[in-house]
């Protein structure tokens, strides 16, 4: 069997969240009646002039600086010739070249195995128009609904030679691209609705061989997981047609979510086929120095910077730090949290596992909830302080989590605060001792470890009120004394 390595490309298009389309005034929204947010301009009636959106052009230069990428100066959109009921001008506004998109020549560095980083090479971060969208009506036949047409469009490609090589890269690459696009609220980062689309172009080579295969397109990747799947299947299915001494075809496929299969869509287009020139319609772009120093100062801490600052800073693990930065909301209530004196290590601890818990529960974001950031510093201050046990602290979770009541209210009235008192813990201890002496001599023996057992008898014996840890102390006295 010849041993292959494949070589990944990613194009994405993020739509990007601006309020009005591109070159004109229509809102930017998703669904609604077809064909409600439509003018003469971006359904391209004749005499109709464009005009460019700023604040799309500034969140692509954002992007584009976030990407690392050198920014053009000087730029112009191009138009792109082709024929599709779907493009009603006849041409989408583009960019073409290259050194004329917004930014050029870029990286992204994505995580790729515990603590190790891989970095991604861009070739292009470019603006564009987004096209309608073909409908296949119920009562047969097709129609057209052009509400999408001139939604600002921006196009992230990654360099040639590809460095991505396999299908968990791709989807780490746009896993991480997702997230600083978020970061930057450029893109709302919904792939189900489409306003995130990725098209990986794969292709696969012998192992020792310097030239690159044939490469096809995937299309209809709607998901992380389709991302991967798709990827994984087109190297098998490449490397299968090569076994059999056949060729791989320059092909559009499309991805088939049902049975988990790319099929041929068409065969591709070449460039000389679009006849990309200029847009006479719209000047050129000029930016300069300061506007650019603006931009990059508007740009906020990214993940990956923001996870390497909570493991050196707040001593967190890679791991804790990982979840906490995968959402941007998620790391702000996390951050204002630690702003008003929480832990942050115990702050993390409840987050990540019974505050996730009750909000998947519920399906609510953590800003939806009912809990604020100063509920989980006023419950780890309980916690660390010995006035309730981590178990009544679950308990008080659960309660806050319904009735967004503080902690220390919650306690004040139910009477759970943990008893810390040796005295009043004594009793239960003498008592589990009295009903447990085969486990007692065990312990004596040298089986220590069957002091856990004591201990949660004890806990049971005071509904678990006693602290914990005066709890084994006590034990521990009795049974070395005896
Ligand atoms: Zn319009
Ligand atoms: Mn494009």
């Known amino acids: 069997m010849p041993e292959y390595i494949p070589s990944i490309g990613m194009e994405v298009h993020a739509e990007l969240t601006t309020r009005s389309k591109m070159f004109c005034r229509c809102p930017v929204a998703f669904g609604g009646e077809p064909n409600t947010r439509v003018?003469?301009?971006?359904?391209?009636?004749?005499?109709a002039l464009p005009v460019p959106n700023r604040a799309a052009i500034e969140m692509v230069l954002r992007t584009a600086l976030a990407l690392n990428c050198t920014i053009a100066m000087d730029s112009i959109f191009h138009r792109k010739n082709y024929f599709y009921p779907d493009l009603p001008k006849g041409y989408q506004v583009t960019q073409y070249g290259e050194t004329n998109p917004l930014g050029y020549k870029?990286?992204?560095d994505i995580p790729v195995r515990k603590g190790e980083l891989k970095r991604i090479n861009i070739r292009r971060v470019h603006l564009e128009e987004d096209t309608g969208k073909?409908?296949?009506?119920p009562a047969g036949g097709s129609g057209v609904d052009y509400n999408r047409a001139g939604v600002p469009l921006m196009e992230i490609v990654t360099d040639f030679p590809p460095d991505i090589v396999n299908a968990d890269e791709a989807r780490a690459y746009l896993v991480e691209l997702r997230n600083v696009l978020l970061y930057l609220g450029v893109c709302d980062g919904k792939m189900e609705e489409g306003s995130l689309r990725c098209e990986p172009n794969i292709s696969i080579r012998h192992e020792g061989?310097?030239?690159?295969g044939t490469k096809t397109e995937l299309k209809n990747l709607n998901s992380f997981r389709s991302v991967q799947l798709g990827v994984q299947f087109e190297i098998r299915r490449q490397a299968a047609t090569l076994d059999q001494g056949k060729r791989v075809m320059q092909e559009t496929r499309?991805?088939?979510?049902?049975?988990?299969?790319?099929?041929?869509m068409r065969t591709k287009e070449t460039e000389q086929d679009y006849r990309y020139f200029p847009d006479p319609d719209l000047v050129p772009m000029k930016f300069d120095e300061s506007t650019l120093v603006a931009l990059k100062d508007s740009i906020p801490e990214l993940p990956l910077a923001k996870m390497r600052r909570y493991e050196k800073e707040l001593g967190l693990s890679e791991k804790d730090a990982a979840v906490l930065t995968a959402d941007k909301d998620w790391a702000s209530f996390?951050?204002?949290?630690?702003?008003?004196g929480g832990d942050p290590k115990q702050v993390c601890n409840w987050m990540n596992s019974d505050f996730a818990k009750h909000l998947n529960e519920s399906g609510l974001t953590a800003r939806e909830s009912k809990i604020a950031p100063g509920h989980l510093v006023d419950l780890t201050r309980l916690i660390s302080k010995g006035e309730i046990s981590g178990k009544i602290g679950k308990e008080l979770f659960a309660e806050m989590f319904q009735s967004g009541r503080l902690p220390t209210e919650i306690l004040k009235e139910s009477g759970k605060t943990q008893i810390s008192d040796r005295d009043s813990i004594l009793p239960a201890v003498e008592k589990v001792l009295s009903e447990n002496s085969s486990v007692a001599t065990k312990y004596r023996s040298g089986q220590t470890g069957a002091i856990g057992f004591l201990v949660g008898q004890v806990m049971r014996q005071m509904a678990g009120r006693a602290n914990p840890s005066i709890v084994q102390e006590l034990l521990r006295e009795k049974l070395d004394e005896s």
Do not use: D
């Open 209 to 212: 061989s310097q030239e690159f």
């Open 254 to 264: 499309g991805w088939n979510e049902g049975t988990e299969s790319s099929f041929v």
């Open 334 to 340: 996390f951050e204002e949290a630690v702003g008003l």
């Open 39 to 47: 003018c003469p301009v971006c359904l391209g009636l004749p005499g």
């Open 106 to 108: 870029g990286w992204l």
């Open 134 to 137: 073909l409908m296949h009506l």
